[in-house]
């Protein structure tokens, strides 16, 4: 079995946990530690911003271009919206500045 | 009608009413779905392995985030550890949706655990809040047309993938961070979120240039989950509920 196989097989194991262990582990405790709770809320946008900072930086025009648009849209529309204005502009800003 | 008859009506009409809330939900991910294939190709998957992770994960953004890493290189028990840490926020869904399930019989729960997203747990627990039941007919009614298209289209993005010939003018090496800001700026009314995006951005930025990648990934996360648990709780919106 390829490495692919192995990550793919263990990654899944990994969401089930996390789908099923809510209920199996913390339905147990009457209540949550509120810092506990503000690092659990903190996760998602804690990860993926590791995932955009650094490629921000890297990125050139075209590519600070396509993330503004996104991000203006995002005060509007929804991650469908934002996610089509951001690439439309990403491949229009690539025909001049490449 | 018998007794019987009746009941295997009611449950038809609980699954069928699942669907039609499914719908939104199949439309709204498909493109997901053929980009997630479409990448995973890009970054060094075969279209079976695509396949696989869609039927196995089924999870979007940990999805993309796995491939997302692979491609760069990453260690292995780092990128199954990032799915992990996407995906860690179903646990909260799992400990809401345990109290509305918790009377099915044991497997039902383990399958309806594994269709467990987003939508699903949104749609789901907006009717437990309406005061109907969460059966089981009707939960999967939901869940399984989103995740049969995802699946598929998938796979069906994976095959796409190979003909497109200039990635770089379509823009697909750059699509996933667009996707991940819009995720990041989706939390944007969690308490603590400016914060935690400034702490995560510029730790993962210095761990980049310093200790490098992939482990800027894990050091910004960290960075931004610490902050939010050491700031006293009245910033963080959590331990006062009305």
């Known amino acids: 079995m390829s490495t692919t196989f192995w990550i793919i097989i263990a990654g899944a194991v990994a969401t089930y946990l996390t789908r099923v262990g809510g209920h199996l582990v913390i339905s147990r405790f009457e209540n949550i530690h509120p810092r506990v709770e503000a690092g659990l809320n903190a996760v998602p946008a804690a990860v993926l911003t590791t995932l955009v900072a650094p490629a921000v930086l890297g990125a050139g025009p075209a590519e600070w271009a396509a993330l503004i648009v996104t991000a203006l849209v995002s005060l509007r529309g929804g991650l469908m919206a934002m996610f089509l204005a951001g690439t439309a502009a990403l491949i229009l800003a690539r025909q001049f500045v490449g | ?242």
């Open chain 2, 1 to 242: 009608m018998t007794a019987e008859a009746i009941s295997e009506s009611r449950a038809q009409s609980d699954f069928w009413d699942g669907v039609r809330l499914s719908m939104p939900v199949v439309v709204a991910s498909a493109p997901f779905a053929v980009l997630f294939g479409a990448l995973a190709v890009d970054n060094g998957f075969s279209v079976l392995e695509a396949f696989l992770m869609s039927a196995m994960i089924f999870g979007g953004a940990s999805q993309m985030v796995g491939i997302e890493l692979f491609g760069q290189h990453v260690a292995p028990w780092l990128v199954v550890l990032s799915i992990f840490a996407v995906n860690f926020r179903h646990v909260l869904y799992s400990a809401g949706i345990g109290r509305r399930i918790a009377h099915w019989p044991v497997l039902q729960q383990a399958l309806g655990y594994f269709v467990l997203t987003d939508p699903q747990y949104a749609i789901a627990e907006a009717r437990a809040e309406s005061g109907r039941p969460v059966g089981f007919v009707w939960y999967m009614g939901l869940g399984l047309p989103v995740y049969v298209f995802w699946v598929i289209e998938s796979a069906l993005g994976a095959v796409f993938g190979k003909l497109i010939p200039d990635t770089h003018a379509l823009g697909i090496d750059f699509l996933l961070p667009i996707y991940f800001l819009g995720l990041v700026l989706g939390f944007r009314k969690r308490p603590l979120w400016l914060p935690v995006v400034a702490a995560s951005a510029a730790a993962s930025i210095i761990a980049y240039k310093t200790v490098g990648s992939p482990w800027h990934v894990s050091i910004g996360a960290v960075a931004g989950v610490l902050l939010a648990v050491i700031l006293p709780p009245h910033h963080s919106g959590v331990g006062k509920r009305p």
